[in-house]
T-cell receptor, first 113, second 114 residues
Framework: DSGVTQTPKHLITATGQRVTLRCSPR?????VYWYQQSLDQGLQFLIQ???????AKGNILERFSAQQFPDLHSELNLSSLELGDSALYFC????????????FGPGTRLTVT | AQSVTQLDSHVSVSEGTPVLLRCNYS??????LFWYVQHPNKGLQLLLK??????LVKGINGFEAEFKKSETSFHLTKPSAHMSDAAEYFC????????????FGTGTRLQVTL
C-alpha cells in the first residue's frame, strides 16, 4: 500500500458525460501528479500540482481539468467524454526532498460507452 | 527533453534463471532514473531509484540496476527469477533534483515459466 488513495476504483459512463476522479496523497506530500494509461498511448503525464498551485502540464486535453484543494487532495475533472478517454487514470504524490520518487495510487479505471 | 527506450517489449525466462530488462535513456540534464513494476490489474510500485549517488542501485525483491553514463543505460537485473516476478516493468526518467513529471518507457512484459 503506497498511502495514496483514489476513488472510485471503477467508473462506467456514457459519451458526452462528465466525471470527477479523486485522489488523496500520502501524508506530508505536497505534489500531486495525474497520469493516464491507455493501450495506444501508454503511460502519459497529464498535470502536476504543488501545494495547491498548478506546476506543470503535459498532454492534458482542454476537456480535462484538475485542482488541488487546501487539504492537498486533488480532483481530475473529465468532461464531454469520448470513447477514447477510456483508460486507467493514476494519481501519484511525492515529498519535497532530494529524490522526488513518486508513489502511485491504485488507479481509477474509466470506461466510456 | 528526456526519454527512455525499453529495448524489449517482452522477455520470457525460466524460474530460477537470471532476469535482464534493458533500458536506455536520453536526458539533457542529470537524470533521476527509476524502475516501476505493475502487476496485472494493480497500480505501479517503485522497485528502485538512481539519483546520482551509487551507480549500482539495489531495490526491493532482489532487483538491482546499474547506471552507466557512458552507455546511457540503466538495465534492471535479478539473479534468479520467481514466478511472482511476472509483471510489466517500466523504466522511467525525470529531472534530478526537482519534483517533476515522470517520463515512462513503453514497458517490458516479463513472463516467468516453470
Amino acid at each position: 500500500d503506497s498511502g495514496v488513495t483514489q476513488t472510485p476504483k471503477h467508473l462506467i459512463t456514457a459519451t458526452g458525460q462528465r466525471v470527477t476522479l479523486r485522489c488523496s496523497p500520502r501524508s506530508g506530500d505536497l505534489s500531486v501528479y495525474w497520469y493516464q494509461q491507455s493501450l495506444d498511448q501508454g503511460l502519459q503525464f497529464l498535470i502536476q500540482y504543488y501545494n495547491g498551485e498548478e506546476r506543470a502540464k503535459g498532454n492534458i486535453l482542454e476537456r480535462f481539468s484538475a485542482q488541488q484543494f487546501p487539504d492537498l487532495h486533488s480532483e481530475l475533472n473529465l468532461s464531454s467524454l469520448e470513447l477514447g478517454d477510456s483508460a486507467l487514470y493514476f494519481c501519484a504524490s511525492s515529498v519535497a526532498g532530494t529524490t522526488y520518487e513518486q508513489y502511485f495510487g491504485p488507479g481509477t479505471r474509466l470506461t466510456v460507452t | 527533453a528526456q526519454s527512455v527506450t525499453q529495448l524489449d517489449s517482452h522477455v520470457s525466462v525460466s524460474e530460477g534463471t537470471p532476469v535482464l530488462l534493458r533500458c536506455n535513456y536520453s536526458s539533457s540534464y542529470s537524470p533521476s532514473l527509476f524502475w516501476y513494476v505493475q502487476h496485472p490489474n494493480k497500480g505501479l510500485q517503485l522497485l528502485l531509484k538512481y539519483t546520482s549517488a551509487a551507480t549500482l542501485v539495489k531495490g526491493i525483491n532482489g532487483f538491482e540496476a546499474e547506471f552507466k553514463k557512458s552507455e546511457t543505460s540503466f538495465h534492471l537485473t535479478k539473479p534468479s527469477a520467481h514466478m511472482s516476478d511476472a509483471a510489466e516493468y517500466f523504466c522511467v526518467v525525470s529531472l534530478y533534483g526537482t519534483a517533476s513529471k515522470l517520463t515512462f518507457g513503453t514497458g517490458t512484459r516479463l513472463q516467468v515459466t516453470l
